[in-house]
């Protein structure tokens, strides 16, 4: 049998628990949300199945064994049903609070002749579906009926497709996951106006480089995986649609920033058939993701895509000023939304921002402690690959005087260096800045590196950057959180979009320098 056509997750929004998916393997185990190994390797489920071509749920077709012989031919294929409907686990390796899961059951049954339908009643949530031979959905009459507690749905039903010679059929499964109650879930109308995501690779221009590739994946993973309509108006953006679907301000800043850029440029990249296509969906999410910031998220450390904070007790400073610089990037990108952006900035919000900042300051050091860094222990030298901010110090006028950017250099040297004992990773081929978070280097510690050495233009550190960026990479030209120093392979969270939005922008500005 070919694994064809297995689908390893769906997902859909859910206007209580944020996110549900479908998916062939039991949902998260509530009492481990404090074992880092459990969450890790419940984590690396999805990765594995692709890894070790497990199939998931979906159609399978056996392969014919003449298909070029002037015959009938027939084609056996199974539905495979192996599938739980999960709330998403939103399990952390630093824990900061369960959200507690609702129980799992799976129940599937024929809803018509030809429809099957899979329900979760203490989820709220339903999987609806049917298989069709050239456009007609055919009877699953043999389906068996199942009820699961704890585990995956373990059923399927099996058929077979005679063609006559020279002739085609098409078969098709139809999927639609759904937290509507009464929702038609096979019917074709989407629940919000969202602009419809079919270009293809085709798109773009000088599509056999390989920048281009990874610009067009992370573009199009942010559009297609990662920004979610919540309303009629408001997109939310999460940072993976796999491990860990929350919203960071931070992230998302940085994903609406290759959003922009991509739009700025779209000419540069864009073949002309598709840019308007592509300007469409830039704006609908960059003007989406602020009004859900400004509207209904809110602001914490992080948050579940209903605009609930995930960790309620969290302060973050950089939390709280992302979404003033996205705002004001927005109004230099659109500056025909002022309207938008005023009616934004005297809604309070930005006012209600400055007023918490003021609170958290310290007036006799004149920091801001926050939960994770009190601001009065005791220093550590170290340089984080979350530490973005001190990468643009330059860029942002954070430092602007001779011996202040020589300081910053130095920071930045020692930062991507072994002399950075806590922060570098210093082992292997593919060593790199890493974070105390997850052991290894992490691609945004690459993403610093090729930036600071285009930023000083060091050739030979680029070409060695470069060489590490690509072998991170992976197939779909996404990039994972860490990486093994050794082999490159993904070590923590496959799919991550920042460090690929943040690679994205950068090889964006460099093409318009004429340096990538």
């Known amino acids: 049998m070919l694994n064809m056509w297995q689908i390893l997750q769906l997902s859909t929004f859910h206007t209580e628990h944020g996110i549900v998916v479908a998916v062939p393997f039991e949902q998260f185990d509530g009492s481990k949300y404090y074992d880092p190994k459990y969450v890790r390797s419940y984590r690396e489920r999805m990765l594995l199945y692709k890894k070790e071509g497990k199939g998931g749920f979906g159609l399978d077709i056996a392969e014919n064994a003449d298909p070029g012989c002037a015959q009938i031919i027939t084609h056996r294929y199974a539905l495979k049903l192996c599938l739980s409907l999960n709330r998403a686990s939103y399990g952390q390796l630093t824990e900061g609070g369960p959200i507690p899961l609702p129980p799992s059951r799976n129940t599937l049954c024929r809803t018509a002749e030809s429809v099957f339908n899979v329900t979760n009643p203490y989820l709220g949530a339903q999987l609806e579906g049917s298989v069709e031979v050239d456009g ?73 480089r390989c920048t281009t590739y990874i610009i067009r994946r ?43 850029e991509t739009y700025n440029h779209l000419k540069l990249l864009i073949e002309p058939d598709s840019t308007s296509e592509y300007a469409q969906q830039i704006s609908y999410v960059a003007k989406g993701h602020l009004e859900w910031v400004f509207n209904r998220a809110q602001r914490p450390k992080s948050y579940l895509v209903i605009g609930k904070p995930k960790d309620q007790t969290i302060f973050q400073l950089d939390q709280q000023c992302y979404p003033l610089l996205e705002l004001c990037d927005y109004l230099d990108c659109f500056p025909h939304e002022v309207d938008f952006v005023t009616r934004l900035a005297d809604s309070g919000v930005i006012a209600e921002i400055l007023e918490v900042l003021a609170s958290k300051r310290d007036a006799e050091t004149g920091l801001w402690p926050t939960d994770e860094t009190p601001g009065d222990d005791a220093h550590t030298f170290y ?92 197939w779909d030209g996404t990039f994972s959180e860490a990486v093994d120093s050794q082999t490159a392979e993904c070590s923590s969270k496959a799919w991550f979009s920042w460090p690929g939005s943040m690679i994205g922008a950068l090889l964006i500005r460099m093409r318009v320098n004429g340096k990538d």
Request: glycine share 6%; charged share 15%; proline share 8%.
């Open 136 to 208: 007609t959905a055919i009877s699953l009459g043999t389906l068996s009926e199942q009820t699961v507690d704890n585990a995956p749905l373990n059923s399927r039903v099996s058929g077979k497709l005679d063609i006559l010679p020279y002739t085609t059929v098409t078969l098709r499964a139809r999927f639609r996951l759904s937290s509507q109650p009464g929702f038609n879930a096979l019917s074709p109308t989407l629940p919000y106006d969202e602009p419809p995501t079919t270009h293809g690779p085709q798109s773009w221009v000088s599509l056999q």
């Open 383 to 474: 340089h984080d690959a979350n530490d973005v901010p001190t990468l643009f110090a330059v860029e942002w006028k954070f430092v602007e005087t001779p011996n202040q950017i020589t300081t910053w250099m130095n920071t930045m040297d020692f930062g991507l260096s072994p002399l950075n004992e806590r922060g570098f990773c210093a082992e292997g081929p593919y060593k790199g800045l890493g974070s105390q978070h997850s052991p290894g280097p992490w691609v945004l510690g690459y993403f610093q590196e090729l930036a600071y050495a285009a930023s000083v233009d060091d050739a030979p550190a680029i070409d060695e950057v470069w060489e590490k960026i690509l072998a991170a990479m992976q």
């Open 218 to 260: 992370n573009v199009d993973y942010i559009l297609g995986n990662c920004a979610i309509p919540v309303s009629g108006t408001e997109v939310a953006v999460v940072t993976d649609h796999v491990a860990l679907p929350l919203g960071w301000n931070r992230d998302n800043y940085w994903q609406v920033r290759l959003l922009l």
